[in-house]
């Protein structure tokens, strides 16, 4: 019995030890996406603090668009209560220097949690992108929020077609 509570002690200081390493790294070991690739990469300018106002950086590689984009749909968790400014959204692309692209409406769809990015022109295909959510006010309370892209390319159906998912973790 000695030994089992001995090992149980270990075990507990190890795993404790190891989650603030992983947490500070902004590694994420079970994810709930399927395929390690649609994790998308993102970074919060003001540290993604429960409450306060921040900057949103969402980035989608070149890799994953093998055709062009003329429009961007992000949906978001029903329990995310965090607001978005819409005209503090800015769409960066390219592979050398970012490019600043024509926007010509954003719909803000709070009853279907998505934002539709209409874009004036097209950005072509390969090109990295980076979506700019500035003045953006986080949920109340901390949590993790698995944010969905979808694009939808010229001449498509109009049925958005999954790119990855950004996994946004907001805590103190």
Known sequence: MKKLIAT?????????????????????????????????????DFQGRPGNRDRYRLNISGKKLDTAVTEIVINYPEYYDGRFDTNKIEVLYGKESKNTASISEIAWNKEDNNLHI?????????NPIEIKLSNVRNPRFGGTYYFH????????????????????????
Do not use: K
């Open 8 to 44: 149980l002690a270990v075990v507990g200081c190890l795993i404790g030890g190891v989650a603030p390493i992983v947490q500070a790294q902004g590694l994420t070991i079970f994810s709930g996406v399927r395929n390690r690739d649609d994790i998308l990469s993102h970074s919060f």
């Open 118 to 126: 209409y874009l004036e022109e097209t950005i072509e295909a390969d």
């Open 149 to 172: 892209a979808q694009v939808l390319s010229p001449g498509d159906v109009p049925l958005p077609r999954y790119i990855g998912t950004w996994i946004l973790s907001i805590n103190r």
